[in-house]
C-alpha cells in the first residue's frame, strides 16, 4: 500500500488573504493543498533538496543562504546540513505553512525551523526582496509551482525581468541562484539564458507522474 491508497485526512484548513490553505494526511505523510492545487507533500522532498544541494555545490564558501518558500522544511533541511553554511533565511508568507513547520511538520525537517542557523523571516518575498539590501551566497527560490504554474498571481512577477533584477541584486560576486519548476518552462530557460547569459536544467523524475526540474544560474 503507498501513499496514494490512503485518504486524505484534513488535518487543519484556513482562509488567507491569498486565497484557501490545507494541511492533509495520508497514512504517514503531509500534504499542503493551496485552493484546491497541491503544492508540495512529505513524500517527494528529493527536488527540493536538489535545488539546495546543487546549488552548494557550485559556490566554494556558502555562508550566507537565502531560501524562498519554506514548503515542509526540505530545502531549509538541506542548507543545514552543511557545515559551510553560517545561516539560512527563509522568507515564508503563509503563517500556517511557518505554523505547520512548528507543530505536524516538525519531525518531516528534523526541526529544521528552530535550528540555531535558521532566520525566518513571515513576508511575501518578492515584496522583500524590493525592500531589503541584503545579500547572499545562494539564493534557492520553491515558490508556488515555479514560472508557468502559479497558484497565487503576485508571484509570477518573481520570474519576470524585474523580478530576475532583483535577485541579481541580491546575490553576491561568485554566487548561484535555483529555482524550482513543476514544469520544463521552454520560455523562462530562454528568459534566463538571455538576462544571465546561462543556464543549466536538471530534471529530476518522479516515482509517479512527470518530473520536477531545477534551473540553474551563476551571473
Known sequence: M?????PA??????VTPRGEIQLQRRGEYYEIIS???FLM????GESERLLVRRALQQVPEPDQ??????????????ALRDPRVREVTVVEIEAKVIEWNRSFLAPVSDHALAHGKTRLIHADLVAWLRETEETFDLICLD?????????????????????LAA????????????????TPSPDFAARLQAFFGNVDIGEVPQSHGEPDYIFLVRP
Open 41 to 44: 507533500a512529505t513524500y517527494n
Open 35 to 37: 485552493n484546491g492545487t
Open 143 to 163: 515558490i508556488d509551482n515555479g514560472p508557468d504554474w502559479n497558484v497565487i498571481d503576485g508571484n509570477a512577477s518573481l520570474y519576470d525581468s524585474t523580478g
Open 167 to 182: 535577485l541579481r541584486g541580491r546575490l553576491k560576486a561568485g554566487g548561484c541562484i535555483t529555482f524550482w519548476s513543476a
Open 9 to 14: 485526512q484534513i488535518m487543519e484548513r484556513a
Open 2 to 6: 503507498n501513499h496514494a491508497d490512503h
Open 65 to 78: 543562504v537565502l531560501i524562498g518558500g519554506l514548503g515542509v522544511g526540505f530545502s531549509l533541511q538541506e
